[in-house]
């Protein structure tokens, strides 16, 4: 079994429209949770961290679910500028290693 | 705000050299580097944990033979491609941790596109 797993996508979605991803991991001992995004060739980027209590920034918020495992994404009133690709980060264990997830693929259309 | 270089951003090389790859923190001090190697369409695979003056740590899989991994300072760590071939082409991303705390901000420097012809 894969440490993050996702669901690769893509998501087709119109400008205006909410979009959610979701996200889970496989390692318990887990302790923080990230989002990242990258653009097509390029590196990823941190585009928020997921606290236990769920958190927002603007039209994205993220939330976490220790006892099923489990990390959402929530984007909402999506812009043409948020087509790319969603990368769920688990840092492993207690270690200080970040493992991705193969990502979602976002593609918003107008 | 804290910054990674990674050099060079693109290299094409031949089969059978070596490729060096550099990674430097500019601002800060990063006791540990991170290395990961992304193949088309898939997502980053970490492939070893560099650490300022011991060894580095490799994920299960990955060669240490065939991927140096250097880091002689808390600023610079490199990693070099011993006797490339082919397959070897990928897009290699260097990270360096800000901080000691678990939590803190992960930088990830330009990525390196390697093509082994």
């Known amino acids: 079994r894969k440490e993050v797993e996702q669901d690769p996508g893509p998501f087709n979605v119109p400008e205006g429209a909410t979009v959610a991803f979701n996200c889970t991991y496989s390692?318990?001992?887990?302790?923080?949770f990230f989002w990242y995004r990258q653009d097509c060739r390029k590196e990823p980027k941190l585009l928020m961290s997921?606290?236990?209590s769920g958190n927002e920034d603007g039209r994205f918020t993220a939330q976490l679910n220790r006892a099923s495992q489990y990390i959402s994404l929530l984007i909402r009133d999506s812009k043409l500028s948020d087509s790319a690709t969603y990368l769920c980060v688990v840092m492993r264990g207690a270690t200080d290693k970040l493992i991705f997830g193969t990502g979602t693929r976002l593609q918003v259309f107008p | 705000g804290a910054v990674v270089s990674q050099h060079p951003s693109r290299v094409i090389c031949k089969s059978g050299t070596s490729v060096k790859i550099e990674c430097r923190s500019l601002?800060?001090?990063?006791?540990?580097m991170f290395w990961y190697r992304q193949f088309p369409k898939q997502s980053l695979m970490l492939m070893a944990t560099?650490?300022?003056?011991?060894?580095?740590?490799?994920e299960q899989g990955v060669e240490k033979d065939k991927f140096l991994i250097n880091h002689a300072s808390l600023t610079l760590s490199t990693l070099t491609v011993t006797s490339a071939h082919p397959e070897d082409s990928s897009f290699y991303i260097c990270s360096a941790r800000e901080g000691r705390v678990g939590n803190s901000p992960l930088h990830f420097g330009n990525g390196t596109r390697l093509t082994v012809t």
């Open positions: 390692n318990s001992a887990s302790q923080s």
């Open positions: 997921v606290y236990s």
């Open positions: 560099s650490n300022e003056g011991s060894k580095a740590t490799y």
């Open positions: 601002d800060f001090q990063a006791t540990t």
